[in-house]
C-alpha cells in the first residue's frame, strides 16, 4: 500500500477491478473506477466531467485533487535491466572497493549472498545490499595484480546463486531471470561505468581521447586536433641523449591511420610530463584521407631516445588500447578526415552512411578558411541545421544572438550560431534563388512552419526589410499578421525584439524569436501560444538531392532473365507519387537503353528501382545513360514532404563516386564479350581412336580475361564424322570454359581434322593415329645382351602388312605391355628396351589388341649371384640329377651363365658331377654315386658347391645306403594297455651301420586279441631311429619292415599285465 488509507471503502479503493461505467447524465458521471455509486464518487480514475476535481474525484479528505491519476499493468516477474557501477569513472588500484548495481525491472527479494563474476579477473563481486529494492549492490575489492581497461561481468549468467542464495520477486515472490545485458551491450557495465583496474606494477595506457570532441567530428587540411593518452599513473618522459639534443615533440610520437604510406603521419607529444595524461597535437596535411581517424596500430606509440617511467623509474608498457575497442582513439570520437574546403550538416549527410546518421551533434568547420572546429547540431532526420534555439528570456543580447553556448549546442536550452548561418548558406547553395528554413514554437512541428526566402537574403539582417518570404508548409493555424508571424526574414532588433519577424517592436510585439521580455521566452502568436516554452530556428541546406545509385546485387555477370535490384539514395527523405523510372545503357555500342522501374521506398531516403535482363543487353560496366537518367513519366512525381520542392533528381556522373558503375561492375549479356584475342588450346592433339581431347576456350579482349557466357561457344563445327564436340556448358559464365573432342573408334588409316568453335578464333587441328595389326613386328640387333645392358629394338607398326609412319599410329597406347617369361625388362622409349634383370630372359611378347609379337633375348652375364642353400638326397650306387637355378642377390630373379663358367666340387660326396642346360635356361647337375662296398658305406651329409669367377652356391648332398635285415629294432616289454611303448631301430647293412632315410623304413602293430597304433614317427635322415606305439590289448607285436630286403624283422613286444574285468564267482 501507498501511503496510509482505509481499504476498502467507497470514499477511497473499494475491493472491485476498476471498471468501465456507461455514460450517465450527459456531460457528468464516471467511467473508470472502483466504486458502484454513480454520482461524484471517489476511487474515480477518469469522469465525464471534473465538476471541480482534477482530475477525477480520488481520496475524500485526503487527496481530493491528485493532479494526475496512472493506472498500471504490471507485466511478468522481474529481470536485469542494467548494470552499473555507483563508483565514479577512473582508475582504481590494489584495495579499492568498487559497487556494482544491478538494477532489476521490479523490486526483489535476496536471501544469502549472490555473487557477479566479472570478465578476466579471479575475484567476484558479492552482494552486499538492496533487498526489497530493484537495485541490488555487489562489491568488489581490487586485488593486487589485477587489470582490465574496462570492468565488465563475465557472460550472460554471471549473476550467480551460490549455496543457500536466492533472488525471487519482491510482489509475487517467484524467481526472477537472472540473465544479464549482453556483454559490450548499451546498458552492460562496461558501457554504462568507465571502470579501470589497475593493480600491477608498471605504467600502462588505459585509453586513447581526442582532446574536446566527441560524436562525429569532420576535419579539413590545416585543422589541428589534439588528443591525449591516459596513464595508470603519471609518468616521466626522460631524454637520454645530451639536454637540448631532441625537442620534446620528438621524444614521443604517434602514428595515425591517415592512409599515407612513403610518410607516417605522426600526432607529435605537447605537454603532460610527471602526470598522467599526455597530450599530442596534430595538424591536418593535404592529402589526408580517413573514413574513422585512430592510431595506425597497437604499437603506434614510439619512443625517440627518450624513455617513459614512473615515478619509480619501472619503464611504461606502451602498447596502446585494441585498435576499435572501448578505450581505442575512435571510441572517444568518430573523427572523417576528407579534403573540403567548407563543411555543414550536409557535407558529413554525404559522406557516412545512414546507418551511423543521428540527429544530435556534429564538428566541423563551416567557414571555407577557418582552421578551428565547432560543434553544431544536425537533424539528419529531416535535413536542417539548429541556427538557434530561445528557452528562457534572460541572458539574451545582440551578441548572444549571433553566438550563445557553442560548445554545447541543444534543442533544450539556449543556443545559437546564427553568426555562421551565412556561410553555411554559402556552402551548400539552395535550389534555384531560395533557401529555406524552419520556425517552430512549443514542439517540433508545431505553431510555425516551413518558409521560402530569396537567396540573395542575409540572415544576419540588422533591418525588417527582407520581406521576400514564403510560406512553403504551415504548422498548425496562424496568419501572417503582426499578432502572429511577420511575412519577414528574421532579423536582429532592439531589446525587446533581439530577433523577430516583426516589424514594429515593443514591449510585448508578436513573431518574436529572442526577446528581454517577461514572455517565456518570446512573444510568438498572441491567439495560439504566447509563450511557447521553446522556439527553434533551422536552417534547411538545400532540397532532397541523389547521394548516390547501387546495385544490391554487386559486381557480377548477368544473363537474360537476370533480375537487378537498384538503390536510390536521396540526402533528405523524398514522397513518391506514380512509377519514376531510371534509364541504363544496357549496350552502347548498339545505343539501346534499358528502363528499372520504381518499386518501393516512398517516406524515406532510399528508393528501389527493378530492372529484368533482356537478351539484347551488352555491357562491360553497366551504369545509368547520364545525369538525368532518373526521369518521371506522366503522373510520376518525387518531392521532398518538407519543403513540397521538387527533389532534385540529376545524378552523379556516370563512372563518378556514387555512380552505379564506381560501386560495382556489371555485365550484361556475351555477345560483345570477346575478341579475335580470344583462343582455344586442346591436349592432346594427336588422338588414337577412341580417345578424347580435353579443350580449353579463353575468353579474352585486348588479350586481357574477359567474362562471358558458355553460350556464346555453344556450336563448334568439326571438318570429320569422326569428331564429336560436346559444347560447353559450365560454368554459365566465366572467362574460359571446357569441353571435350572425342574421336570414334572405327579401324581406319591415319588423318587430319579439326574443330572451329568460332569464326573470330582460328580452326583446331587434330591428327586422328590410324590403328596397327598383327602384321606389325619386332626387330631387334641383338639377340643377347649383358645384364643392365641396352638393348635397340625397333617396332614396325604395319596395317595390312603395310608398314606406317611410326607418329601416325596408336603405337604408345596399343603397344603398351611386355611380358618375359624371366627376369624383368624396363621401356625407355617407343623402340628402347633396358634388361636390368640379371636373369635368362629369352622371350618376351609385346602385345597389342589385336596380336602378340614374340621376341627373344638373351641375358649373358651377371654381377652378382645368390649362395643358394638346399639338401638333396641321393642313394649310392644310383644316378641322379638335380635341378639348379642362379638368382640375382637383390631381386631374385633368375640368372644364366654359360657352363664353361661354371665348377663343380663334390665335397668329398665321392663319384662324379656333370653340368648342362636346357633351352628354358634351367640347369640340370648330373651325379654318378660311388658304388656300394663292403670295406665302407660313404651314406653322410656332403657341402657341394658350384663356382665361377666372381661367385658361388652350394647345395647340401644326403648320400644314404640301403639298410637290410641285419637292422633291428629294440621296444621296452612288460608296458601295461594303453600305456606308450617306446622303440629304436638301428639301420645296418651287412650289419655295418649306416646313414640312411627313415623312410625306408615301415612301421606297423599287429596282435591278438588286440592291436595297436604308432603314436609318433620317425626322424627323416639318420642311422637311429626312435618312435612310440600304444597298444590297445595285453598281447601285441611291432613289426618293422626294412622295405627294400623283402625279409623284414618282425618283433614281438609281450605284455604282462592283470586282466581289467576279471570276476571270481564263488558257490558258498
Same mark, same amino acid.
Given at each position: ?130 533487498? %526489497? /529494492?530493484?537495485?541490488? *549492490? !555487489?562489491? &568488489?575489492? #581490487? $586485488? ?6 574496462? @570492468?565488465?561481468? =563475465? +557472460? ?117 610530463? %610527471? /602526470?598522467?595524461?599526455? *597530450? !599530442?597535437? &596534430?595538424? #591536418? $596535411? ?6 574513422? @581517424?585512430?592510431? =595506425? +596500430? ?771
Amino acid at each position: 500500500q501507498f501511503d496510509t488509507w482505509p481499504y476498502p471503502s467507497n470514499n477511497y479503493l473499494y475491493s472491485r477491478m476498476p471498471w468501465l461505467f456507461p455514460v450517465g447524465t450527459a456531460g457528468t458521471g464516471p467511467l473508470l473506477g472502483t466504486s458502484t455509486t454513480t454520482g461524484l464518487w471517489f476511487g474515480c480514475i477518469v469522469s465525464y466531467s471534473d465538476s471541480g476535481w482534477i482530475p477525477a474525484p480520488w481520496f475524500d479528505s485526503i487527496i481530493n485533487h491528485p493532479g494526475v491519476i496512472w493506472y498500471w499493468m504490471r507485466e511478468g516477474s522481474a529481470r536485469v535491466l542494467s548494470v552499473s557501477s555507483s563508483n565514479l569513472n577512473g582508475v582504481y588500484g590494489a584495495g579499492a572497493s568498487i559497487s556494482i548495481i544491478v538494477t532489476f525491472s521490479n523490486a526483489v527479494t535476496v536471501t544469502g549472498s549472490p555473487v557477479l563474476q566479472l570478465q578476466g579477473i579471479a575475484t567476484n563481486a558479492t552482494y552486499t545490499s538492496g533487498s %526489497n /529494492t530493484n537495485l541490488l *549492490t !555487489f562489491t &568488489y575489492t #581490487v $586485488q593486487a595484480g589485477d587489470f582490465t581497461a574496462d @570492468l565488465e561481468y =563475465a +557472460s550472460t549468467s554471471a549473476l550467480t546463486l551460490v549455496s543457500g542464495s536466492s533472488i525471487v520477486d519482491w510482489i509475487t515472490s517467484n524467481p526472477v531471470d537472472l540473465t544479464l545485458p549482453p556483454v559490450g551491450s548499451a546498458m552492460s557495465l562496461g558501457t554504462l561505468s568507465n571502470i579501470i583496474v589497475n593493480a600491477s606494477a608498471a605504467p600502462r595506457v588505459l585509453s586513447a581521447s581526442f582532446l574536446n570532441l566527441q560524436n562525429i567530428t569532420l576535419l579539413s587540411p590545416g585543422m589541428t586536433l589534439s588528443l591525449r593518452l591516459t596513464f595508470s599513473e603519471p609518468v616521466l618522459l626522460l631524454p637520454t641523449t645530451a639536454a637540448g639534443a631532441l625537442a620534446p615533440a620528438s621524444l614521443l610520437q604517434l602514428t595515425l591511420n591517415l592512409g599515407t604510406t612513403s610518410t607516417p603521419r605522426l600526432a607529435q607529444y605537447s605537454a603532460g610530463n %610527471n /602526470t598522467a595524461v599526455l *597530450t !599530442f597535437n &596534430y595538424t #591536418v $596535411q593535404s592529402g589526408d584521407r580517413a573514413w574513422r @581517424l585512430d592510431y =595506425a +596500430s597497437r604499437t603506434a606509440l614510439a619512443l625517440q631516445s627518450a624513455s617513459l617511467v614512473d615515478r619509480t623509474g619501472t619503464p611504461a608498457t606502451l602498447q596502446l588500447p585494441a585498435l576499435n575497442g572501448g578505450f581505442s582513439l575512435s571510441a572517444s570520437a568518430w573523427v572523417v578526415v576528407r579534403p573540403l574546403a567548407g563543411a555543414s550538416c550536409r557535407s558529413i549527410l554525404d559522406i557516412l552512411p545512414d546507418a551511423y546518421l543521428y540527429n544530435g551533434i556534429y564538428y566541423f568547420s563551416p567557414a571555407q578558411s577557418s582552421a578551428s572546429i565547432s560543434p553544431f547540431y544536425c537533424d539528419m532526420s529531416r535535413g536542417g541545421l539548429l541556427l538557434l534555439v530561445s528557452v528562457y528570456n534572460v541572458g539574451w543580447n545582440s551578441a548572444m544572438v549571433l553566438s550563445r553556448n557553442p560548445t554545447t549546442p541543444t534543442i533544450f536550452n539556449d543556443y545559437s550560431c546564427l553568426t555562421y548561418s551565412d556561410t553555411i548558406k554559402a556552402t551548400y547553395a539552395v535550389q534555384s534563388q531560395n533557401f529555406v528554413y524552419v520556425l517552430e514554437g512549443l514542439n517540433r512541428q508545431r505553431y510555425g512552419g516551413v518558409f521560402r526566402a530569396s537567396s540573395y537574403q542575409t540572415l544576419l539582417a540588422t533591418t525588417s526589410v527582407q520581406t521576400a518570404v514564403w510560406l512553403v508548409s504551415q504548422y498548425d493555424s496562424w496568419n501572417f499578421d503582426d499578432w502572429m508571424i511577420e511575412k519577414r526574414l528574421p532579423w536582429r532588433g532592439t531589446t525587446d525584439g533581439l530577433l523577430t519577424t516583426s516589424a514594429a517592436p515593443s514591449n510585448n510585439w508578436w513573431g518574436t524569436i529572442v526577446s528581454g521580455t517577461s514572455f517565456s521566452p518570446a512573444p510568438w502568436m498572441f491567439y495560439s501560444t504566447q509563450n511557447p516554452l521553446a522556439i527553434w530556428y533551422w536552417f534547411r541546406e538545400g532540397p532532397a538531392a541523389v547521394q548516390s545509385v547501387v546495385c544490391t546485387q554487386g559486381s557480377g555477370q548477368f544473363v537474360s532473365g537476370s533480375v537487378l535490384t537498384f538503390t536510390v539514395t536521396f540526402t533528405h527523405v523524398v514522397a513518391v507519387s506514380g512509377t519514376p523510372s531510371l534509364i541504363l545503357n544496357t549496350n552502347p555500342s548498339l545505343g539501346y537503353t534499358g528502363s528499372a522501374s520504381y518499386v518501393t521506398g516512398s517516406g524515406s531516403r532510399f528508393l528501389t528501382f527493378r530492372y529484368v535482363v533482356s537478351d539484347p543487353d551488352s555491357t562491360t560496366s553497366l551504369d545509368y545513360a547520364s545525369t538525368s537518367a532518373l526521369v518521371l513519366p506522366s503522373g510520376a512525381a518525387i518531392t521532398d514532404p518538407v519543403t513540397t520542392d521538387a527533389a532534385s533528381l540529376t545524378l552523379p556522373n556516370p563512372g563518378a563516386i556514387g555512380s552505379i558503375s564506381a560501386d560495382s561492375t556489371l555485365r550484361l549479356g556475351c555477345f560483345s564479350a570477346f575478341d579475335s584475342s580470344s583462343y582455344v588450346s586442346c591436349s592432346p592433339t594427336v588422338v588414337p581412336l577412341g580417345g578424347v581431347s580435353t579443350c580449353t576456350i579463353y575468353s579474352r579482349v585486348n588479350g586481357q580475361p574477359q567474362r562471358t557466357c558458355a553460350r556464346a561457344w555453344s556450336n563448334p563445327v568439326s571438318s570429320s564424322p569422326l569428331l564429336s564436340v560436346t559444347p560447353p556448358t559450365t560454368p554459365t559464365i566465366g572467362s574460359s570454359f571446357t569441353f571435350n573432342v572425342s574421336v570414334a573408334t572405327a579401324s581406319v588409316v591415319s588423318q587430319v581434322a579439326n574443330i572451329v568453335v568460332h569464326s573470330v578464333l582460328s580452326p583446331v587441328y587434330f591428327q586422328i593415329q590410324g590403328r596397327v595389326d598383327g602384321s606389325s613386328s619386332i626387330v631387334c640387333n641383338a639377340t643377347r645382351v649383358a645384364v643392365n645392358g641396352v638393348l635397340n629394338c625397333t617396332i614396325i607398326p604395319r596395317v595390312n602388312s603395310v608398314a606406317a609412319n611410326l607418329s601416325d599410329v596408336e603405337l604408345l597406347s596399343l603397344f603398351s605391355s611386355i611380358s618375359a617369361s624371366a627376369g624383368r625388362v624396363n621401356r625407355v622409349a617407343a623402340s628402347w628396351f633396358l634388361f636390368t634383370a640379371p636373369a635368362a630372359c629369352t622371350l618376351a611378347t609385346l602385345a597389342d589388341p589385336i596380336s602378340s609379337i614374340p621376341f627373344y633375348v638373351e641375358v649373358v652375364t651377371a654381377t652378382t649371384l645368390a649362395v643358394g642353400a638346399s639338401v638333396t638326397s641321393a642313394a649310392l650306387g644310383t644316378n641322379t640329377s638335380i635341378p639348379l637355378v642362379l638368382r640375382d642377390t637383390t631381386t631374385g630373379a633368375a640368372l644364366f651363365l654359360p657352363v664353361s663358367q661354371l665348377s663343380v666340387s663334390d665335397g668329398g660326396a665321392g663319384g662324379s658331377f656333370a653340368l648342362s642346360v636346357n633351352a628354358q635356361n634351367l640347369y640340370s647337375l648330373s651325379w654318378s654315386a660311388p658304388a656300394v662296398s663292403d670295406a665302407g658305406f660313404r651314406s653322410g651329409v656332403y657341402n657341394v658347391s658350384v663356382s665361377w669367377s666372381s661367385g658361388q652356391m652350394w647345395f647340401l648332398l644326403q648320400v644314404y645306403a640301403v639298410p637290410d635285415s641285419t637292422s633291428s629294432v629294440v621296444c621296452a616289454s612288460n608296458a601295461t594297455v594303453l600305456s606308450l611303448v617306446n622303440c629304436t631301430i638301428s639301420a645296418r647293412r651287412q650289419g655295418v651301420a649306416i646313414s640312411t632315410l627313415s623312410s625306408l623304413f615301415s612301421v606297423s602293430v599287429a596282435g591278438s586279441p588286440g592291436t595297436g597304433s604308432v603314436v609318433s614317427t620317425l626322424a627323416d635322415f639318420g642311422s637311429v631311429f626312435s618312435f612310440s606305439v600304444q597298444l590297445t590289448s595285453v598281447f601285441g607285436a611291432v613289426v618293422v619292415s626294412d622295405g627294400v630286403s623283402g625279409s623284414p624283422a618282425t618283433i614281438a613286444v609281450y605284455i604282462d599285465a592283470p586282466y581289467q574285468d576279471a570276476s571270481i564267482l564263488c558257490s558258498v
